[in-house]
């Protein structure tokens, strides 16, 4: 393969990251290819930033029951060069293609091997090239200290999949994968070092969802303890798609709206103050399907409202479902100004007002169109 056949190749094999792949042909790119690799990745306050994400090899001998990549299955494999895919990324940022990458990498051999590469192409593109752009890194499973110090000084997010929410599930989906020796290890020491060397570097993981027989609440009991102790900025929630000539190739999906769900969830531990033992579950520890996750909590808590807009606390306004961080801080401040006693006022401070309407008081009134609830 030429490099930009190799580009191809390998920004499909990463384009769905761990749990999807496109069975489209890796051997015949389209008139640009390059183009063809760019991932818009979506910022959680909104806007998208177009990222080259690819892995810098394909070729892998662990054997994840889900992945394309994966040992022992037929696809075409091939590898990067550092400075072969520095060049390419640097002629990308040239063309405006691109703004930041997301490096990933199949491993065969030791992490280190792998890593190195990966940390060789980055070190190009940031002393050669001179980036200083938006640089995500995934940290190898069982890669060393070393390896990862010099990921967070080189990156600007750094990121260690999980992929399940315990031990046990991560058995269902690899025999080769050591849970806590290789990927919890890993999101310590990059937790310790960055506090150390004091980097200013976000940390992320992600996971597999409804491939391993999980509950939502081992993922989110998970998900909590990953921002409690180890800071993680996100964690990712990825539906399992099934891929062929893979173990799991008769696997159902697993539904979009589950998907969504864990990340609604997710949003009321990460920014809403929530902590997982709150979250609303149903006798097999999974979230509804029927109801945002914050308004199964508000249902499940009557006595906690009606609350009065004009004296609730900042923490008691995030409990309202229709109201994030941003309207709950803005309500704060303009009610010092004066009472709130409209719905439309709460809109104009960005809250889903018809949402919230059921759940408030303005200045001791419910809102005019409001319906009981209990």
Known sequence: ???????????RAAKFDVCQASDIPTDTPPRDALASCVFHAVKRGGGCTPLLKLLQSNVCERDCAYCA????????????????LARTFDDMVRRRLVEGLFLSSGMC????????????????????????????LKILPGADPAAISAALALADRVSVNL????????QVLSRTKDYGRELWTALETAERTRRDERRRVSMTTQFVVGAAGEEDRELLD???????????????????????????????????????????????????????DELVYD????????????????????????????????????????????????????????????LAQVGKAG???????????????????QMALW
């Open 163 to 170: 992929e399940a929410p315990t031990p046990e599930r991560l």
């Open 283 to 342: 006798a097999r520890g999974m979230l509804s399907r029927d109801d945002d996750p914050k308004v199964a909590w508000a249902r499940a808590h009557p006595e906690r409202f009606p609350v009065e807009v004009n004296r609730a606390s900042k923490e008691d306004l995030l409990r309202v479902p229709g109201i994030g961080p941003t309207s709950a801080e803005r309500i704060v401040r303009w009610r010092r100004e004066g009472a709130l006693t409209d």
């Open 1 to 11: 393969m030429d490099t930009e056949q190799k580009i191809y190749a390998l920004g």
């Open 351 to 369: 809250a889903a007002a018809k949402r919230a309407a059921p759940y408030v008081l303005l200045n001791g009134r419910r809102p005019v169109h």
């Open 109 to 136: 051999g030791h992490a280190d091997q792998a890593m190195g590469r990966m940390l060789a192409t980055v070190d190009l593109i940031r002393n050669r090239y001179a980036f200083r752009g938006y640089v995500h």
């Open 69 to 84: 990549n994966r040992s022992g299955r037929d696809t075409r494999r091939t590898t990067l060069a550092p400075e072969e």
């Open 222 to 276: 998970t998900a909590g303890r990953l921002y409690r102790d180890l800071g993680l900025a996100r964690v990712y929630y990825s539906a399992f798609r099934p891929v062929s000539d893979t173990p799991l190739e008769g696997h159902a999906p697993a539904p979009l709206w589950r998907q969504n769900r864990l990340y609604q969830a997710d949003m009321l531990l990460s920014l809403y103050g929530f902590t997982p």
